[in-house]
């Protein structure tokens, strides 16, 4: 079991990595200046818009996910077969998957509720064998870079944007130099509107049959998005310990579900994201409703090392996180902290609304190859806007 594991969230991943290598080399570094009106969306790095799902929170978990899974079954099956793919290359005797197969359903016992119910009820409705399901549930926690932005206007308005950048060391596809991942999963994009009563609870951009959150917004109270963070002590280990039964480690895509499921203000959100025992490391952007309501929280699996707010006397009127602790360097090769700054900056905090953060957020590399989509929230009015992406050439890899 850890063997397959082993293989496809390390071996997989680094072996890609080095293939990379040689071809970052003839990439130039395709940054170019703050772009500006470019919102509403449109041309060629606007590839939609995203529909509107509704999820009952009333009714039983099996059954939640059955009309997004109908009508995405095929894109799914799609998006597994991809993976499944890249495993064969690197595992042509195909027992990597043999072994998700049959090894993964054991453990969706020890996933908390609704969580294991929801993937049983995805897997029967998609047709999809259920340790596929699981092992596609298990990649948005090892994969996701991304860029995410809480900013404040003057009027103690608060945004919250973010681009969702997936699948870095998945496969490049040298043939039409396209992600393969990212191409994929353009298509499984949806937003959920989650209600109870028949009222919102809580809205998210989401990829169709995953069942954590990356992206949402509890109106009248707070934004959450989740980045991935790369640290040594990081998600393999946290999920192969998982695997080996150490499972006291909360998800993160299902901690972010639960807290907007659940928490009712930024204050008490804040808390648990920063409380509670995770499986792996990561970091929490979060936004609320008033001035000064806005902080990225850096975690590791157990403890939490950072929390750095608004503070709109200091002039810290956005806070902004890629995929690297704030207090370090970006890799080099992954500099996307810098270039968002400095539009930021260029903007003002006179000027920051929906549409400037939409040009921060179309400003090569801000924008890369990975960018799958685009969300906008503001959490006053209760408004998530998201669209997807693309980057034409020349545009980086990530
Ligand atoms: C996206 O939605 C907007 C507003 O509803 C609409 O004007 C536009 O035509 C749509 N674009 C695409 C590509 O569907
Ligand atoms: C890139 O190639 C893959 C398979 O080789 C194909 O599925 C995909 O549609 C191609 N993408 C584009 C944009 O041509
Ligand atoms: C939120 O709380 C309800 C009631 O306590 C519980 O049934 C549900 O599972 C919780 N949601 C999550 C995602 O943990
Ligand atoms: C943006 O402004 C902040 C605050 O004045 C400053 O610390 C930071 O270095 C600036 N960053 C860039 C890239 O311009």
Known sequence: ???????????????????????????????????????????????????????????????????????????????????????????????????????????????PCPFDDEIKGIAKTSGIPLGEIMMFNIFYEVFTVCTSIVAEDKTGRLFHARNLDFGLFLGWDVKNSTWMMSEKLRSLVVNIDFQRNKKTVFKSTSFAGYVGILTGIRPE???????????????????LEWILGERDGMWMGFLTRAVLENATSYEEAKSLLVKTKMLSPAYFILGGTKSGEGSIITRARESCLDVWELDINQGRWYVLETNYDRWKEPLFLDDRRTPAMKCMNRTTQEHISFATMYDVLSTKPVLNKLTTYTTLMSVADGKLESYLRDCPNPCMPW
């Open 221 to 239: 109270a707070f934004s959450l998005t989740m980045n991935e963070r790369m640290s040594l002590d990081g998600g393999y280990i946290g999920i």
């Open 1 to 111: 079991m850890a063997e397959s594991f082993v293989f496809c969230c390390v071996l997989l991943p680094l072996l890609s990595l080095c293939g990379l290598w040689v071809r970052t080399q003839d990439v130039p570094p395709y940054t170019e200046d703050c772009r500006s009106g470019t919102y509403p969306p449109t041309g060629p790095t606007f590839k939609g818009n995203v529909s509107w799902y509704t999820i009952n929170l009333d009714s039983p978990p099996q059954e939640r996910w059955n009309q997004i899974i109908n009508d995405k079954k095929v894109e799914l099956a799609n998006m597994i077969q991809v993976v499944k793919d890249l495993a064969k290359a690197f595992d042509p005797s195909g027992k990597a998957i043999t072994l998700v197969d049959k090894n993964l359903p054991v453990l969706l016992e020890s996933l």
